[in-house]
């Protein structure tokens, strides 16, 4: 199918532009090669050098995949069983009012162990990373009861958590960064060696991917980059943008999100999972790794089933697996169309923002799609939900400083609050709902869907984490 490059990198142009983002770096790998291959923006402090896709940026955790693809090879040379109970390698792991041989690997790597959102990622950066004094690193260095630095000390905290779980392991998929920082070092005990060692000799090196490195203060990323490397930006509240060298640095989440890379490697990289673990005409991965990832175990559905590292979905007809990530100065999206040998990556050098638009616009240019054709699964049912007054209620989750999501009936229409947004709800099916900004409505400011028992919600997910309902006073 031809690929029309030039009408790609004017919608891509275009979208940057819309939300003035400072630097991009994209990239589409298919079964001819590079097809595409875009740098937009600046990468540097005065605005003068534009990125390219050989620069290196953090990739956040887009990283999952990798460590759930390293343990999904030493699965297959008998080292290591996704349905392991993690006690096996942490005695000392549980989390408070499961049956510790029910939580697995897998439910760590599947995000459904139970465990609610909490603070120690956050803590980590905190604590171990150098950066501008500010409200947030405050509360979080008042609330941290440690710096956060070992698995063990994450371990502990789990352990004694003072959230409820939001689940039965296996149950519920609530997004977690501490299973993945844990799966890490299970890695380390089943390969005989570090996973940055083992990442590096058995995928990054096989892949030609040498611009890629995990490590956990941005040291040899800056030696690999040869100066190719991004600064990282943010955009105030005010509007303005700052610029500094400042890498996030959260030594027990390795493997969730400390990876750095190019956009070029990325692709490369998500083309050989499109592949079944094909490269170059060779078998470099084994296909049964790519296969537990992503394969038949994981349902392929409009609506996106998260697998081993990667989210599965469907998009008219064709099967896409991917992943975004997000820290200070990173904001990405990587993708690929399951056994088409397509693989795609969008690398920013600012935090918190969207990449799905220029994602969805590689995506719609290989399969004939208009390229502004949305992919959002949360769509409008075109009625109203009829048992509102079940949705009523406070929620929270405590990934770092609380975030607070509020429900109410107001005059027949549910309203309330996303964080310092006042929302109202729009309903999409199921439980399924978009909170669309008071001020801005065409806006959305987050994707809700209820768990309801007994008559009520007891809990929302909001994207991907799961906040519980706050008990009345």
């Given at each position: 199918?031809?690929?029309?490059?030039?009408?790609?990198?004017?919608?891509?142009?275009?979208?940057?532009?819309?939300?003035?983002?400072?630097?991009?770096?994209?990239?589409?790998?298919?079964?001819?090669?590079?097809?595409?291959?875009?740098?937009?923006?600046?990468?540097?402090?005065?605005?003068?050098?534009?990125?390219?896709?050989?620069?290196?940026?953090?990739?956040?955790?887009?990283?999952?995949?990798?460590?759930?693809?390293?343990?999904?090879?030493?699965?297959?040379?008998?080292?290591?069983?996704?349905?392991?109970?993690?006690?096996?390698?942490?005695?000392?792991?549980?989390?408070?009012?499961?049956?510790?041989?029910?939580?697995?690997?897998?439910?760590?790597?599947?995000?459904?162990?139970?465990?609610?959102?909490?603070?120690?990622?956050?803590?980590?950066?905190?604590?171990?990373?150098?950066?501008?004094?500010?409200?947030?690193?405050?509360?979080?260095?008042?609330?941290?009861?440690?710096?956060?630095?070992?698995?063990?000390?994450?371990?502990?905290?789990?352990?004694?958590?003072?959230?409820?779980?939001?689940?039965?392991?296996?149950?519920?998929?609530?997004?977690?960064?501490?299973?993945?920082?844990?799966?890490?070092?299970?890695?380390?005990?089943?390969?005989?060696?570090?996973?940055?060692?083992?990442?590096?000799?058995?995928?990054?090196?096989?892949?030609?991917?040498?611009?890629?490195?995990?490590?956990?203060?941005?040291?040899?990323?800056?030696?690999?980059?040869?100066?190719?490397?991004?600064?990282?930006?943010?955009?105030?509240?005010?509007?303005?943008?700052?610029?500094?060298?400042?890498?996030?640095?959260?030594?027990?989440?390795?493997?969730?999100?400390?990876?750095?890379?190019?956009?070029?490697?990325?692709?490369?990289?998500?083309?050989?999972?499109?592949?079944?673990?094909?490269?170059?005409?060779?078998?470099?991965?084994?296909?049964?790794?790519?296969?537990?990832?992503?394969?038949?175990?994981?349902?392929?559905?409009?609506?996106?089933?998260?697998?081993?590292?990667?989210?599965?979905?469907?998009?008219?007809?064709?099967?896409?697996?991917?992943?975004?990530?997000?820290?200070?100065?990173?904001?990405?999206?990587?993708?690929?169309?399951?056994?088409?040998?397509?693989?795609?990556?969008?690398?920013?050098?600012?935090?918190?923002?969207?990449?799905?638009?220029?994602?969805?616009?590689?995506?719609?240019a290989i399969t004939g799609l208009p390229l502004d054709v949305s992919h959002e699964w949360f769509v409008p049912a075109g009625r109203d939900f009829s048992d509102p007054q079940m949705l009523e209620g406070r929620f929270v989750g405590h990934e770092g400083v609380p975030e607070v999501v509020t429900v109410r009936l107001e005059n027949g229409a549910l309203k309330g609050t996303v964080g310092k947004r006042a929302v109202f709800l729009t309903w999409c099916g199921g439980t399924r709902f978009l909170a669309m900004d008071e001020a801005e409505p065409q806006r959305q400011r987050?994707?809700?869907?209820?768990?309801?028992?007994?008559?009520?919600?007891?809990?929302?997910?909001?994207?991907?984490?799961?906040?519980?309902?706050?008990?009345?006073?």
């Amino acid at each position: 199918m031809p690929f029309d490059t030039a009408a790609v990198d004017a919608r891509i142009s275009s979208l940057i532009a819309r939300d003035q983002f400072p630097g991009v770096s994209v990239c589409a790998a298919g079964p001819e090669g590079i097809c595409f291959a875009r740098g937009y923006g600046f990468r540097d402090a005065a605005h003068a050098i534009a990125p390219d896709v050989d620069t290196v940026f953090g990739i956040a955790s887009m990283s999952k995949s990798i460590t759930a693809l390293a343990l999904a090879i030493l699965e297959t040379e008998g080292k290591v069983c996704y349905d392991d109970p993690v006690y096996r390698y942490f005695p000392d792991f549980s989390v408070p009012g499961a049956a510790r041989d029910t939580v697995t690997l897998r439910t760590l790597a599947e995000h459904t162990s139970g465990i609610p959102p909490m603070e120690p990622l956050e803590w980590s950066i905190a604590m171990n990373s150098q950066r501008e004094e500010s409200e947030w690193s405050r509360a979080m260095r008042q609330s941290a009861p440690n710096a956060m630095a070992t698995i063990e000390q994450v371990i502990d905290y789990i352990a004694h958590c003072p959230y409820p779980a939001v689940g039965a392991p296996g149950e519920n998929m609530s997004y977690c960064n501490e299973g993945y920082a844990i799966l890490s070092y299970v890695a380390d005990q089943a390969a005989g060696m570090p996973l940055e060692q083992f990442c590096q000799e058995r995928i990054f090196a096989p892949l030609g991917m040498t611009r890629t490195v995990m490590d956990d203060d941005c040291a040899s990323a800056r030696a690999m980059a040869g100066g190719n490397i991004t600064s990282l930006f943010e955009r105030g509240e005010d509007g303005a943008l700052a610029c500094d060298d400042d890498w996030s640095v959260l030594p027990p989440f390795r493997g969730c999100a400390m990876v750095k890379s190019t956009a070029r490697d990325m692709a490369i990289y998500y083309r050989c999972l499109a592949n079944w673990g094909m490269h170059e005409g060779k078998q470099v991965l084994p296909r049964a790794a790519v296969e537990a990832m992503i394969g038949p175990r994981v349902p392929a559905r409009e609506i996106p089933c998260y697998g081993l590292g990667l989210y599965k979905r469907v998009k008219n007809g064709h099967v896409i697996c991917e992943h975004s990530g997000g820290l200070h100065g990173v904001s990405t999206k990587g993708g690929l169309l399951l056994g088409e040998g397509w693989g795609f990556a969008v690398l920013c050098n600012q935090g918190d923002v969207d990449m799905d638009e220029i994602m969805w616009t590689l995506y719609n240019a290989i399969t004939g799609l208009p390229l502004d054709v949305s992919h959002e699964w949360f769509v409008p049912a075109g009625r109203d939900f009829s048992d509102p007054q079940m949705l009523e209620g406070r929620f929270v989750g405590h990934e770092g400083v609380p975030e607070v999501v509020t429900v109410r009936l107001e005059n027949g229409a549910l309203k309330g609050t996303v964080g310092k947004r006042a929302v109202f709800l729009t309903w999409c099916g199921g439980t399924r709902f978009l909170a669309m900004d008071e001020a801005e409505p065409q806006r959305q400011r987050a994707h809700l869907e209820f768990f309801i028992r007994d008559g009520r919600a007891w809990a929302v997910r909001c994207g991907s984490r799961i906040f519980g309902r706050e008990a009345q006073a």
